[in-house]
């Protein structure tokens, strides 16, 4: 009875070590998958930090290439008499 009553004890010890051991390893991959996902994370913002970067260049260009078109098509202004035959 000794006998049968140690090799289960054993049994259920080496249960045991079994099932921490698989609680660590999921552990593990558990810290192994959030920090995969971290790092996507960052690397998403930081990729959407440049195309707004990118937007906002392109979006003050255009304002600029639209102001010049503006002026452009504006009709020449006539001189002034005054200012043409004034004295500096």
Do not use: C
């Amino acid at each position: 009875e000794t006998g049968k009553g140690r090799e289960g004890a054993e049994q259920l010890r080496s249960e045991l070590l079994q099932e921490r051991l698989r609680g660590q390893e999921q552990a593990l991959r558990f810290e192994q998958e959030r920090q995969t996902w971290q790092e996507e994370k960052e690397r998403v913002l930081r990729y959407q930090r440049e195309i707004q970067g990118s937007y906002m260049d392109m979006y003050r260009r255009n304002q600029a290439l639209e102001h010049e078109l503006r002026l452009l098509r504006e009709p020449p202004t006539s001189w002034s008499p005054r200012l043409e035959s004034s004295k500096i």
